[in-house]
């Protein structure tokens, strides 16, 4: 046996705090800084939490509390079956089996994620509404039309389920694809039927990835508002809304704010509980193609038609819906002011991703270089912010900054200097919210291209006498791109779909894409709001296929 | 040069080593090969001197200066050291040409330089091709000739030929250390196979769950060995425990430790001469046949069981066998 510590001073306190000194330099100072400062806004939500609630907090606690929580739990439980059962089917079938438009369907079932949730609302709202399309359609066939009332927390649940659950079959089908093949054929050698195979093995194997999916949708179904608010039905982040612009609360929003943090932290460790007691899925990644089955005519058109329904309900259908309304509205809503709106909402979409992914760079590399080993875990809390709802850091960023500006003109105001507010309700209070929320949409890509690289690419030129900053620019930036470049992307999408986060902190005079769709929708004008929501399917559709065949090419 | 002193790393804190206590030194123009196996800490010492890991305790003084100890670290790329990885580490996007260039540009006449080290190599006509153009072993001779331009005074290889096959080895590992004997640079060569140690190193290092085992020239290392596990690195080797010894009829010191190599076991010793002091009779379980010699798995009286060669392809059932007592090892475990 070998005898661990035989000297016994290497770790002694002093030894540690003598390599602490040796160790540390700039770039731990830098990433913590970074981290701090992407961390701010919850940071002061727990701050201000120490100032009390407001006045309506007891009235809030007894009427309303009760209704944001079953609510919440309500669309928590169906979303969470809706999204296992439309995700994890489709993403079995499409890697399992061969049927025909397996390929199309395939790229297809990602597209409900280019509409944003508060979008697919607004189109069934008007397919199932009273007078709405399915209405016509029915009686023009002379039928007697049933209503289904979809304005409600079910019809919610439903809509939800339908524009998020690709985040399921996105990270299903991955696991399908290139860890299960081996096991599989394990399972065939053995005499497994195929259902069988899936229940016994395949799902219980593929449960951390589901799960990892289940997770991002569960926190946008938390952090969604347009549809919720459209649909009236009471969640936090209507709460939220309502305490800051109804009641003018912030002490209220911000109570709220952190029983939504406490709610998502859960979530969280529910989903580190559920990976850490399956070890066996980070098995390396096994390079043989799964091996997709041909089965009879009848059940191939069972199969196209499972996994066209998600396609249909989630993609075609509202994008249906919307081009309709567009059609009848095109006249009145197209003008130079839309136009400038959408070249507002592409300009500050773009602006955002680079800072965005610039953010995401100097935390990837900076704890890179860190030579204290704590940094890399340091790093990782900075990218928490995707699990925020933007409604909650929006709070948590216009309360410190309203401070802020208010000292600044106090300060200036001595000087005579009349400033005004420099920061809270312009533009860079905009950008610093988005880097927070979606730095972890830049982080992820770039960090697995960039694990890609062999670390001893980098080092080789450190031997060589170059420095951390010119083997950067000069070898890792070069090596990493695509990576960066797909990050660009995301960011950008994510930044056109974005609403609630946008509706608290935009300047008053300047509105996005998605701003105008729901300001549309709010007026009781949800045809006009269908040629906006076209625009963000469209800038978004383009790079998600654009995407998808890179990471089906990789 | 290179001086390293108790030198330790742990990936754990402490809760087990992959280095510990390390010390040893090389002197200018030494080629000195580490041989253990993996897990042994060769690339944690190897990482440790380029800069590229920090030391737990310990200190490496290259040059007479200091590079790391508890409270210096001078950043690997101040080092001027040349290290060649195993993997080559060539910069994918950049060209034959580039790469070699790449860790001198401040030098003033580098183009000529660079050039020169192609030339050394042996592949002056392909500086405009890029690394994925060329095979494995014009990849090493790059990475050698990149490794060597900036002149460094201690010049690392890890592992460089265990990416290839055993022919293609032999050949490229004489013509690396050809091309590095024309430089006359220190050399510190990590393997984990001794053929390549015992064939281009004048010392050899042997590490064992992170600690130095022994560091001897090549030939006493095979004469006289430390340890069982350096005796059985180079060449299979049996311990001489009290069955063995009760068959041969040899008591020796039950305080060492002895053991004797399979190849100085002698079949059928020709007339009982003075060669073998020590002599028993064994069955013969098995014969495997390798080519011109044979592999015989014997059964002593004791009931041991022994491995031995032989050329003669007459056995019988029972064959009788020795060795001299001063072909065994004697280690103090």
């Known amino acids: 046996m070998k005898q661990a510590g035989s000297n016994s001073e290497t770790f002694s306190l002093k030894s540690r705090i003598k390599r602490f000194l040796r160790d540390n330099n ?35 606690v007894k009427y309303l509390l009760p209704e944001y929580i079953l609510n919440s739990l309500f669309l928590v439980f169906f979303c969470s079956v809706l999204v296992l059962v439309f995700g994890v089917s489709s993403a079995w079938f499409v890697s399992r089996f061969e049927f025909p438009m397996r390929r199309q369907l395939e790229w297809l079932l990602i597209l409900p ?116 608010k459209y649909y009236g039905v009471n969640t936090f982040t209507t709460g ?85 309304w567009a059609f009848l509205t095109a006249t009145t809503v197209f003008d130079l002011q839309f136009l400038f709106v959408s070249l507002q909402s592409f300009g500050i979409a773009i602006i955002s991703a680079f800072i965005t992914v610039f953010f995401a760079l100097l935390l990837i590399y900076f704890s890179k270089w860190s030579a204290l080993r704590f940094i890399k875990n340091v790093a990782r809390v900075g990218v928490l912010g995707y699990a925020i709802p933007g409604a909650v850091i929006a709070i948590g960023i216009m309360i410190p900054t309203i401070a802020l500006d208010k000292w600044i003109i106090d300060v200036l105001g001595q000087f005579g200097v009349d400033s005004g ?52 620019f000069k070898i890792e930036f070069p090596l990493i791109k695509t990576g960066v470049f797909s990050a660009v992307i995301l960011v950008f999408i994510d930044v056109m779909k974005e609403l609630p986060l946008t509706l608290i902190l935009k300047p008053y005079d300047i509105d996005t894409l998605a701003v105008k769709a729901y300001e549309y929708a709010s007026d009781e004008m949800v045809m006009e709001a269908s040629i906006p929501s076209l625009f963000i399917i469209f800038t978004a559709m383009v790079p998600v296929i654009f995407l998808n065949k890179l990471l089906i090419k990789k | ?42 690339t944690t010492l190897v990482r440790l001197i380029a800069g590229l890991e920090r030391p737990d305790s310990g200190s490496i003084l290259l040059d007479g200066r200091t590079i790391a100890s508890m409270n210096k670290f001078v950043q690997p790329e101040k080092r001027k050291i040349g290290l060649v990885f195993q993997e080559y580490a060539l910069f994918p996007h950049l060209t034959i040409l580039d790469n070699v260039l790449y860790g001198i540009s401040k030098l003033k006449n580098k183009k000529n330089r660079a050039q020169e080290m192609l030339d050394l190599v ?68 990590v393997t984990h196979d001794t053929q390549d140690a015992l064939s281009v190193a004048d010392e050899i290092l042997i590490l064992q769950h992170g600690k130095v085992v022994q560091k001897d020239a090549a030939a006493n290392l095979y004469v006289k060995p430390n340890t069982l596990y350096v005796a059985s690195l180079f060449g299979n080797t049996v311990r001489i425990n009290k069955n063995i010894q009760s068959a041969f009829h040899c008591p020796l010191n039950e305080e060492c430790c002895h053991a004797i190599r399979n190849e100085k076991i002698k079949v059928n010793p020709a007339a009982m001469d003075s060669d073998c002091d020590y002599i028993t009779n064994a069955q013969v379980m098995k014969k495997i046949v390798l080519g011109d010699s044979i592999q015989l798995l014997l059964k002593l009286d004791s009931g041991e069981q022994l491995t031995v060669m032989t050329q003669d392809t007459n056995i019988a059932d029972t064959i009788t066998i020795g060795f001299n007592s001063k072909d065994i090892l004697q280690f103090n475990e």
């Not at chain 1, 533009?427 to 960090?447: G, K, Q, T």
């Not at chain 2, 030194?25 to 090969?33: F, I, Q, R």
Request: glycine content about 6%; some cysteine.
């Open chain 1, 26 to 60: 700039r770039w731990s100072v830098f990433t913590l800084a970074i981290v701090l400062f992407l961390a701010l806004p919850i940071i002061f939500i727990g701050v201000e939490l120490f100032a009390g609630p407001g006045e309506t907090w007891s009235h809030i």
């Open chain 1, 113 to 228: 994620l280019a509409i944003p949730s508060y979008i697919v609302g607004y189109a069934y709202a008007g397919i199932f509404d009273y007078g709405g399309t399915l209405d016509l359609l029915f009686r023009q066939w002379n039928i007697e039309f049933i209503r289904v009332d979809i304005m409600n927390r079910a019809g919610l649940a439903f809509v939800l389920s339908i524009s998020l659950f690709p985040y399921v079959y996105v990270s299903a089908r991955a696991f399908f694809l290139n860890q299960a093949n081996n096991l599989l054929e394990a399972s065939k050698m053995l005499g497994v039927s195929e259902r069988k195979t899936f229940f016994k093995l395949m799902l219980p194997l593929a449960r951390p990835a589901i799960v990892a999916g289940l997770v991002l949708v569960l926190m946008e179904v938390l952090n969604d508002y347009g549809a919720a």
């Open chain 2, 122 to 189: 042996g592949l002056s006509e392909m500086g405009k091709r890029y690394p994925h153009q060329l095979s494995g072993g014009q990849q090493q001779r790059v990475a050698l000739a990149r490794a060597l331009a900036p002149e460094p005074s201690l010049l690392i290889l890890d592992e460089p030929f265990s990416n290839l096959d055993s022919m293609l080895r032999t050949q490229l590992r004489n013509e690396v250390f050809d091309i590095i004997k024309k430089t006359d640079v220190t050399v510190l060569f």
């Open chain 1, 421 to 472: 507010l420099i920061i809270n309700g312009t533009l860079i209070a905009l950008f610093y919210a988005y880097a927070v929320r979606f730095l972890a949409v830049a982080y992820n890509p770039i960090e697995s291209t960039s694990l890609k690289v062999s670390s001893s690419i980098p080092d080789s030129s450190k031997v060589l006498g170059v420095g951390n900053l010119k083997t950067f």
């Open chain 1, 240 to 324: 939220i809304f309502r305490s800051w612009f109804s009641l003018e609360e912030p002490e209220t929003a911000v109570y709220l704010s952190a029983l939504l943090i406490i709610i998502i932290f859960a979530l969280i460790l529910f989903e580190k509980w559920q990976v850490r007691k399956i070890k066996f899925s980070s098995s390396k990644s096994n390079s043989t193609q799964i091996q997709r089955k041909e089965s009879s005519g009848v059940q191939k058109g069972l199969i196209f038609i499972m996994v066209f329904i998600p396609v249909f309900l989630g993609f075609v259908l509202p994008v249906a819906q919307l081009l309709y």
């Open chain 2, 1 to 42: 040069m290179l001086k390293i002193d108790s030198l330790s790393k742990s990936f754990d804190k402490g809760k087990s080593y992959a280095l510990e206590n390390v010390t040893f030194d090389l002197k200018v123009g030494d080629v000195c090969a580490i041989v253990g196996e993996s897990g042994s800490g060769k």
